[in-house]
């Protein structure tokens, strides 16, 4: 039963991150709406592929945990989650602001 919300879950991460790498992730992409110099300070372009790319490699990920069910699989995902997510916060603000 669980593994028909990790394929959905899989299949959503796979289409967002292609979205993004795309280009047509603006609809993803929070503060469009807000205004001031947070939204300036940014390349738009260049978060989208960075979080493409960080979405594609969460579902494979999730992709992988469906077929090995076990506590070192899961604990090794929880880690491969954090380092995704930490090196997703650390390009957005090395490479993708604006100078």
Do not use: H, P, R
Not at 38 to 62: P, R, S, W
């Amino acid at each position: 039963m669980f593994d028909v919300f990790d394929w959905i879950f899989a299949l959503l991460l796979l289409g967002a991150g292609l979205l993004m790498l795309l280009g047509k992730g603006n609809i993803l992409m929070g503060g469009a709406k807000g205004g001031g110099k947070k939204k300036d300070a940014y390349d738009e372009q260049k978060m989208q592929k960075g979080f493409g790319v960080g979405f594609l490699l969460l579902a494979a990920g999730n992709i992988f945990t469906i077929y090995v069910k076990n506590f070192a699989a899961s604990v090794g995902y929880m880690i491969y989650i954090c380092i995704i997510i930490l090196g997703m916060v650390v390009y957005v603000n090395k490479y993708c602001k604006k100078k």
